[in-house]
């Protein structure tokens, strides 16, 4: 089956919405605030109220995206936490019990008493044993590039270089996922070590990037 096939079954998958904008952003921090009570979550419910946000003007980078393919009328960001792309954990974001943290933000349009969902992204780290860096998954705006490889709705497995088709979600999937589920198996009692192809992979990554990093120029005292 074909990258166009699949995706084509991943966008196929109905998803249910609530009608607006705001009763999205209520359903999200419920899930939050169930979470931060049932001690899965660290962030405190007061700290839920502040990460957790409706935005009616979008980001100018994502108003211009919206404009461009004639979306921008009525269109919200729903905010959690800040888009960080660089995984900076300084910026705002939520902390599992685990250590794990993440954030996401999510685009919807409202028309006729009917909520569309146009692009998300949720980004879990882990921390170190937990497996990967981090996951990522991404539903673009239409007709956004990655559209174009048949991979408009997919998965970062720990590589922003690397994509995997994966089904749509409903932004309370994706969230419940992000909060309860990616952990380690309960079955196992530690992490499993990592093989020596694992660790000369990452030795020999790390290596790879010091040469391509700028040299730093220093001036003479």
Excluded at 115 to 130: H, K, N, Q, S, V
Aim: a positive charge; aromatic letters at 6%; proline letters at 8%.
């Amino acid at each position: 089956m074909s990258f166009k096939a699949l995706q084509a079954h991943a966008l196929a998958r109905d998803i249910k919405l609530p009608p607006r904008a705001r009763a999205l952003e209520r359903e999200l921090r419920g899930v939050l605030r169930k979470a931060s009570d049932l001690r899965v979550l660290r962030t405190t419910p007061q700290k839920i109220l502040q990460l957790v946000s409706t935005l009616s003007e979008p980001p100018s980078n994502v108003a211009n995206q919206l404009r461009d393919r004639g979306l921008l009328r009525n269109a919200y960001c729903i905010v959690g936490g800040d888009k960080n792309q660089d995984r900076d954990r300084g910026l705002r974001h939520f902390t599992r019990d685990d250590d794990a943290w993440f954030d996401f933000t999510i685009t919807v349009r409202e028309e006729h008493r009917q909520l569309t969902l146009l692009a998300y992204d949720f980004e879990i780290r882990f921390p170190a044993g937990g497996g990967a860096p981090f996951l990522r998954f991404d539903l673009n705006l239409p007709d956004h590039h990655n559209e174009h490889r048949e991979l408009r709705s997919h998965m970062h497995p720990g590589s922003d270089d690397i994509i995997l088709p994966w089904p749509r979600m409903s932004p309370t999937e994706a969230l419940t996922m992000l909060v309860h589920d990616l952990r380690r198996a309960t079955n196992r009692p530690k992490p499993r070590g990592p093989t020596a192809f694992e660790v000369d992979w990452f030795r020999e990554t790390h290596a790879v990037l010091a040469l391509q990093r700028p040299a730093t120029v220093t001036s003479a005292p």
